[in-house]
């Protein structure tokens, strides 16, 4: 493929997208799954999305109402000339009629066009009507730099889909910034948040939310938790975003249920699930996200199915993405002395260690779906147990502190440069500076942790710190009542700029509109700043 005249490195031609975004919603709204008496060819009302996009290759993602064939052309320019054509999968009822196909070979630094054509299974000529999207591979030159933006929390505590609001206008804001990619980070859906047609608001007036079958109670069955993904799907904000940004997505606890941990049984008192086991459903969760999502380790044929992974964006910048749910332990007061299981595991612990010791990139970002240094209580049991890592207790190292404590160490001792961290989950925006100076625990040298949402869900108030890493809290920007709906504001994203010649991270903290609330400039080269 030949390089295509753009008239800029992140120029988005906007015509393909114009197809895409004019594509209608599908008629029946609260549709479990697509009817097989269809007449007609295959369509592909749920749009397109790519993600964990590399230097040469990528995925490419969509949903049939039918079965059907996914067939994906790319080529250079928005007009298709000399395309390449790629045979995807067979999309069924077996994957809810979603699929993803694997590109490879790509050019590396290029803007690749794309569109998705859906065949007849059985006579391969009828096609529906090509959904087109773009994305930028990763550059391999470091003068090209790289720009990102990262948030999470989407339709939570039953704020969905207003119509009245213009849906979720903030991927519009974050479109038109055109980044290189979208760091979703955690909390994707909220399977465990039905959403009422509409909601009393502070000031007398009504909230009203385009609402689903399966979004009318918390998700138990494979079916309902599919159905919570398309949810958000109805959104042509979304829609339009996806088909212009590629996404690299890690999960939190509302894909699953609030503040879920492996093995837990849910409580009797709670009369919403009839399934108690929250392991039976983390596997309808994960089999949902992975259908929903394009994800390198979840796709099928992929070695070990998991969350966490790296994803290299050229020689600025390694992702490393962490799954800080799947392998903790059970959420208790959080003051053992010893813990070797801790919020990673001990095996993503090893990995996350050995590639950042591997990683020649200037920067390091750490997602993590969530925050180090700031209480998160867990009161879903009734009992006074912590969700996150810190537990409020400033001293030495306790509970999961200690694993946190020990990669701090390794990260000081190995010399590991570039390290910045990068979350969302407490409903809120921030930037903490962690400092030995301040800490307890002062083995480790000082680095800056990023917070950022929601997308589209309830505001909530700051969360208090924990002294053992010695944060301080530099920028907030957070209600001081909870729950305030995106009608009230409060609705953040982070955007991270990285300059290919003085390989200058800045970091911006930004509203729903894009305003600007704080940045921050970090250099490179160091072990801590």
């Known amino acids: 493929m030949s390089p295509s005249p753009l008239p800029g490195r992140r120029s988005v031609l906007r015509g393909s997208l114009a197809a895409s975004a004019a594509l209608a919603l599908p008629a029946a709204v609260g549709s479990a799954a697509p009817a097989f008496a269809l007449s007609g060819r295959p369509k592909a009302g749920w749009g397109v999305q790519t993600g964990d996009v590399t230097a040469d290759s990528g995925l490419v993602w969509v949903r049939s109402d039918r079965p059907a064939r996914m067939v994906v052309e ?10 390449r054509r790629w045979h995807g999968p067979l999309l069924g009822a077996d994957s809810d009629f979603t699929g993803t196909t694997r590109l490879r070979g790509l050019p590396p630094g290029e803007q690749i066009h794309y569109r998705v054509l859906l065949a007849d299974p059985d006579d391969p000529r009828r096609t529906g009507e090509p959904v087109s999207g773009t994305f930028r591979t990763a550059p391999v030159r470091r003068r090209d730099g790289v720009r990102f933006l990262w948030s999470g929390d989407l339709a939570g505590q039953g704020w969905g889909i207003n119509p009245d609001l213009g849906g979720y206008r903030i991927y519009d804001a974050m479109g038109k910034l055109d980044p290189d990619f979208f760091l979703c980070s955690g909390d994707n859906i909220y399977a465990d948040g039905p959403i009422a047609a509409t909601a009393a608001l502070p ?38 975003f996806n088909a212009q940004v590629p996404s690299i997505v890690q999960w939190d606890d509302h894909e699953v249920r609030n503040n879920w941990y492996p093995g837990q049984t849910i409580l009797d008192s709670d009369t919403r699930y009839t399934e108690k086991s929250v392991d039976t459903l983390v596997g309808r969760a994960e089999r949902a996200f992975s259908e929903y999502f394009p ?28 799954d800080m749910r799947t392998y903790r332990n059970a ?16 095996e993503q612990l090893e990995w996350l260690k050995r590639e950042l010791s591997c990683s020649r990139a200037v920067w390091k970002v750490i997602a993590a779906d969530m925050p180090l240094g700031l209480v998160v209580p867990d009161a879903t049991e009734g009992k006074a147990n912590i969700e996150a890592v810190a537990q409020g207790d400033p001293g030495a190292p306790l509970g999961r502190e200690l694993q946190i404590a020990e990669l701090l160490r390794f990260v000081k001792h190995r ?28 083995d480790f040298e000082p680095f800056w942790e990023f917070v950022s949402g929601p997308l589209n869900a309830g505001a909530f108030p700051a969360s208090a710190l924990d002294g053992t890493f010695g944060p301080e809290r530099v920028f907030v920007k957070a209600p001081t009542t909870a729950n305030i709906s995106p009608a ?26 894009g305003t600007v609330l704080f940045t921050k400039v970090l250099q490179p080269g160091r072990v801590g700043q």
Do not use: C, M
Not at 74 to 80: G, K, L
Not at 331 to 346: F, K, R
Not at 416 to 440: E, F, M
């Open 74 to 83: 790319t080529s250079a320019t928005e007009s298709f000339r000399n395309a």
């Open 203 to 240: 000031d007398g007036s009504t909230w009203r939310n385009i609402t689903t079958e399966e979004k009318a109670k918390v998700a138990e069955t494979l079916a309902e938790f599919r159905g919570n993904f398309r949810y958000n799907l109805l959104d042509e904000n979304l829609q339009r």
């Open 295 to 322: 994800v390198s380790t979840l796709r099928p044929g992929a070695r070990d199915g998991r969350v966490h992974r790296v994803l290299h964006q050229g020689p600025l910048l390694d992702v490393f993405v962490l």
């Open 331 to 346: 959420n208790s007061p959080d003051d053992q002395t010893v813990d070797p299981q801790g919020i990673l595991g001990a």
């Open 415 to 442: 010399r590991i440069t570039g390290t910045v961290w990068l979350t969302a989950d407490v409903h809120n925006t921030s930037a903490q500076h962690y400092q030995p100076s301040r800490a307890s625990f002062t």
């Open 488 to 513: 009230g504001g409060y609705q953040f994203f982070g955007e991270v700029d990285i300059d290919g010649d003085s390989g200058e991270l800045t970091v911006r903290l930004r509203e729903q509109d």
